[in-house]
């Protein structure tokens, strides 16, 4: 399989999730969006926990950016409580969320569907922060990503991200019980991973070390401030409380 090739069929993958009821692919209903506007709220960047609030500051009158954030989960959640919005997505339906929902609560946002792994289409320093819940795993290469979002964001920016720390990957399917891959995970050099995706239908996913991603956010010129762990949110690792997931928030002083 050539790379070139491999996000079209990871956005393929996840427009078929959606259509099945993927958890991450359902926009939020009206009274959730009500209750944004009176400032009750929260989001995710990982399965289970919420972000802290004290990690956005007041977010009235900033230009926000959802990064492979698509879905009308999260974005109309920032559009009610007064940020100025722009979301980027490479999933046909999770855009066609974003647009509906923009469209039913009568807010303005910028919305374009494109391929993060490419140059991101903004100038430079023109974003306060950059919200980018877990979704590097369906990238084989982050630190691009790392060093394009420094560039969008202005002085003082917030980069908040999630992330998979690799755990996961270690298994086949659900069953959580035995560990049969070793690390790093990449069907596209690894024929025996490529089936076990195909196999579950699992689109084409990559496991990325600490190294690559909080080594690669410092190494993009970011100051760590802040992190937390989490986990599945069902199965056994998550019964067994093993963290699989992390969450970093980091700034461009």
């Not at 990871?10 to 944004?36: C, F, L, M, Q």
């Amino acid at each position: 399989m050539a790379d070139i090739q491999y996000q079209d069929i990871n956005a393929r993958t996840i427009d078929s999730w959606i259509k099945a009821g993927w958890e991450w692919g359902k926009p939020i209903d009206h009274a959730v969006y009500e209750a944004a506007k009176r400032g009750c709220w929260d989001v995710k960047l990982t399965p289970v926990k919420n972000v802290p609030h004290d990690w956005f500051g007041e977010l009235a009158g900033k230009k926000l950016q959802g990064l492979a954030s698509g879905g009308g989960q999260q974005m109309p959640v920032f559009a009610a409580l007064g940020a100025e919005c722009t979301v980027l997505d490479y999933s046909e339906e999770q855009i066609k969320s974003e647009r509906l929902l923009a469209e039913r609560e009568g807010y303005s946002i910028d919305i374009i569907r494109a391929d993060m792994t490419k140059p991101l289409p903004f100038a430079d320093a023109c974003f306060d922060i950059i919200f980018h819940p877990v979704s590097n795993c369906y990238v084989e290469e982050v630190k691009p990503i790392w060093k394009e979002c420094y560039r969008i964001l202005k002085k003082g920016g917030v980069l908040l991200a999630g992330m998979d720390n690799g755990i996961n990957y270690l298994f086949a399917g659900d069953d959580e019980t035995q560990v049969v891959n070793s690390l790093p995970f990449n069907p596209l050099k690894n024929p025996v991973q490529k089936k076990q995706l195909e196999d579950a239908d699992c689109g084409i996913q990559f496991s990325h070390t600490l190294e690559e991603q909080l080594g690669g956010q410092l190494e993009a010129g970011f100051t760590l401030t802040a992190l937390y762990e989490d986990t599945n949110g069902s199965g056994r690792l998550h019964e067994l409380h093993i963290p699989s997931f992390l969450a970093s928030r980091a700034v461009k002083l």
